[in-house]
């Protein structure tokens, strides 16, 4: 009897490389959960009935592919027709060479770091122009699948992800499109921003030009300013753009320059008409909407304008910033402004009823200099004037901007980089010094996921079904799309 419990309650786990089922060294308890992993699709923990090889002939069958696969990976071969972009943008850091000696691994709960459980089934976005490119990248807000990616001294591209079920450590994914500033020139893109419902996006550009693009990534129309273009964004709220008709309702998008001018263009059956302009005196950094009508904007050394384009009211604040707001953004309903600047204090705008005219409501608890906010999505009303903010304190904190207060915090073991709230506001990913990614439920704040690279993680995008999860690292192209249903703990929230 008891040599069949023991037979019963042995534990296996599939290597993500070899395929071979390995008994789990984790000791047997009966008072504690098993909690190695497992592929998604084998629950039951049990060798899999084709797995009959040895662990030798796999060992010796693996050496012999990553001999091949090393051989061929130098010189990738790609298929760039229709995307945009030529053999002669090819790198060689999109080698699968590359890949295996730059790993990625699960880290706790999943695993011990120390057991080097390499991530398996990610993407990695194909890299253009030169690897040494600070970038940054967000997946479409309502369509799972289409990711922004913002490239330094480089165009902007766009990219489309398709599972298509091939097993291996990591796909290179190819560009869907490339967004040029015209069809002679590819230009330098200095901003890109989706439109709140997915369906458009817009490229601003060093040359002046302003492109409108489908999410497919087919030009639409364009417009061009006597500057470099800094800053663009569309009008109305996230909540506004899930209520109304896309295709019939007109709209303006804000375009900033470095000149410190703010243009808005009214567009209209895929046409830009020139509609309202006003003025900073410095170079513009940043253009957020809180409505259908209203439009703030910040310019280098932390001027703060809110502006209503039908009546020609305005508002302006100064903020404590150096060179630039590191974030300025509205909540779901665009009841409220958050702002990071160079100080340990959160500051919310509260407009009133004319919503230009305000109050700035100052919300201290962090010990050090804030690093980067996000808002709760909105998903859940009650909790959609909630947002999270990480500080050179190595501290997160929740807050409930209506109510004024702090609802939570959480100690972190590394200087964060980055903060992100998932789409349906039940986790909150934290890029960090470490060079990981931890993912907390909310609002128990417990880690559910880690993930670790060779680089500092400088940003993060949840994709909008939460399948997928993407990150930047510090001044590389290297943009990774991590699929989070292979991992138990995860799918099951």
């Known amino acids: 009897m008891q040599k069949a419990m023991i037979y019963i309650y042995l534990e296996y786990h599939t290597d993500d490389i070899t395929g071979e089922q390995i008994l789990c060294d984790e000791s047997f308890s009966f008072f504690r959960k098993h909690n190695c992993f497992r592929k998604l699709g084998q629950t039951h923990g049990l060798p899999l009935s084709h797995s009959n090889f040895t662990h030798t002939d796999d060992k ?25 972009f030529t053999p002669e943008d090819m790198l060689e850091t999109n080698s699968s060479l590359f890949q295996l000696n730059h790993p990625v691994y699960v880290g706790p709960p999943q695993r011990r770091l120390s057991d080097k459980w390499q991530l398996y089934g990610y993407h990695k976005l194909f890299e253009y122009k030169s690897a040494n490119l600070s970038t940054t ?59 709140p419902d997915g369906v458009a996006l817009c490229t601003g550009h060093s040359d002046g030009n302003v492109n409108l693009w489908s999410m497919e990534g087919h030009y639409m129309t364009s417009v061009r300013v006597d500057a470099a273009v800094t800053a663009v964004a569309f009008s109305g709220s996230r909540a506004y753009w899930n209520e109304v008709d896309a295709a019939d309702v007109p709209y303006y998008v804000a375009v ?32 957020e909407w809180k409505s259908p009508t209203v439009v703030s904007s910040t310019s280098m050394g932390g001027n703060l304008v809110l502006y209503d384009v039908t009546s020609d009211s305005s508002k302006e604040l100064m903020l404590s910033s150096v060179n630039n707001v590191p974030f300025m953004e509205w909540d779901y309903y665009g009841r409220y402004l958050a702002i990071v600047d160079d100080t340990e204090i959160l500051k919310v705008y509260k407009p009133k009823e004319n919503e230009v005219d305000g ?6 608890g962090h010990k050090a200099k804030l690093i980067g906010a996000s808002w709760y999505s909105g998903t859940f009303e009650k909790s959609s004037c909630r947002i999270c903010t990480i500080a050179m304190d190595k501290q997160m904190i929740v807050w409930d901007v209506a109510a004024e207060c702090l609802v939570m915090s959480l100690a972190l073991d590394q200087m964060p980089t980055t903060v992100s709230v998932s789409p349906n506001d039940s986790l909150v990913a934290i890029g960090s010094y470490g060079n990981s990614v931890k993912m907390y439920a909310l609002p128990n704040l417990t880690l559910v996921c880690s993930f670790y690279d060779q680089t500092v993680p400088t940003n993060v995008s949840w994709s909008a079904d939460r399948q997928h999860l993407l990150y930047n690292v510090f001044n590389l192209q290297r943009t990774l799309i991590v699929p989070l249903n292979t991992l138990s703990s995860i799918q099951s929230d």
Do not use: M, Q
């Open 60 to 84: 010796d069958k693996l050496d012999k592919s990553n001999v091949n696969n090393n051989s061929s990976a130098v010189k990738p071969d790609f298929d760039l027709s229709n995307t945009g």
């Open 137 to 195: 990248c967000h997946f479409n807000p309502a369509y799972p699948g289409y990711v922004l990616k913002i490239v330094e001294n480089a165009p902007s591209s766009l990219y489309k992800l398709n599972d298509n079920g091939k097993a291996s450590i990591c796909e290179i994914l190819l560009p869907h499109a490339k967004l040029s500033s015209n069809k002679y020139e590819p230009g330098v893109t200095t901003c890109s921003k989706w439109r």
């Open 256 to 287: 900033g320059c470095a000149t410190g001018e703010v243009l808005v263009y009214k567009v209209e059956n895929n046409k830009f008409k020139i509609f309202k302009r006003y003025s900073h005196t410095t170079c513009i950094t940043d253009v």
């Open 359 to 364: 109050d700035l409501v100052l919300l201290s």
